[in-house]
């Protein structure tokens, strides 16, 4: 079964660039949540979709953005990109087959983006 | 959701056990503790999780005390390849808005 797929693996932007990250979940998979880790900071919430729908947002500005599309699989967009944004973008899928289970979480190997 | 405390670093000779502390005093009945290792440049890669109860897999053992307030992840005879950054955080359910700490990272030694 293969594992959860992240594209690109290495992106290099200038500020004020968008930048669209793709994340390809187990098959079967139906939740995809995105995370943003950073050196000082650790692994940050940013947004988890399910159903095609968002079900939890993070704490980030609205410049971040998601969506999933019919067989799950996920993007996430950064607008108007600024230093700070540079970090390791993971995502992580999950079976979520109802909310009385409790589901571990199977990460890809992140986007590595950095903003010049 | 719980907050977990862990020690920033920690060393370990090959071949020896591991024990890896984590605090989590604020745990709600229905959170699990979960541990993931990401070694670098990769993912976090899941190890094992608990409610009450000691577990073990082919990876792991997790001791859990009595209260609840904290665990210990235990790796029987660590190699080189566990060199990692390892996090302890709690959940419950379909909770995906997860408090992930600094983690401990360990460096086994040869």
């Known amino acids: 079964k293969a594992g959860v797929t992240q594209t690109p693996r290495y992106l290099i932007k200038t500020r004020g660039q968008q930048v669209t990250l793709s994340c390809s979940p187990i098959?079967?998979?139906?939740?995809v949540s995105w995370y943003q880790q950073t050196p000082g900071q650790g692994l940050q919430f940013l947004f988890e979709?399910?159903?095609?729908?968002?079900?939890n947002k993070g704490n980030f500005p609205g410049r971040f953005s998601g969506r999933q599309f019919s067989n799950s699989r996920s993007e996430m967009n950064v607008s108007t990109l600024e230093l700070g944004d540079s970090a390791l973008y993971l995502c992580?899928?999950?079976?979520?087959?109802?909310?009385?289970?409790?589901?571990?979480?199977?990460f890809g190997s992140g986007t590595q983006l950095s903003v010049l | 959701d719980a907050k977990t405390t862990q020690p920033p670093s920690m060393d370990c000779a090959e071949g020896r056990a591991a024990n890896l502390p984590c605090n989590h005093s604020t745990i709600s009945g229905n959170e699990y503790v979960y541990w993931y290792r990401q070694i670098h440049s990769q993912g976090p890669q899941y190890i094992i999780h608990?409610?009450?109860?000691?577990e073990t897999n082919e990876m792991a053992s997790l001791i859990i005390t009595e209260d609840r307030k904290s665990s210990t992840l235990i790796l029987p005879h660590a190699t080189l390849r566990d060199t990692a950054v390892y996090y302890c955080?709690?959940?419950?359910?379909?909770?995906?808005?997860?408090?992930w700490g600094l983690g401990t990272s360990l460096a086994v030694n040869p």
């Open positions: 098959s079967g998979h139906r939740s």
């Open positions: 955080i709690a959940y419950a359910g379909n909770n995906r808005k997860l408090i």
């Open positions: 979709y399910f159903s095609e729908t968002q079900r």
């Open positions: 608990g409610l009450k109860n000691n």
């Open positions: 992580a899928s999950s079976l979520r087959m109802s909310s009385a289970t409790n589901e571990k979480l199977f």
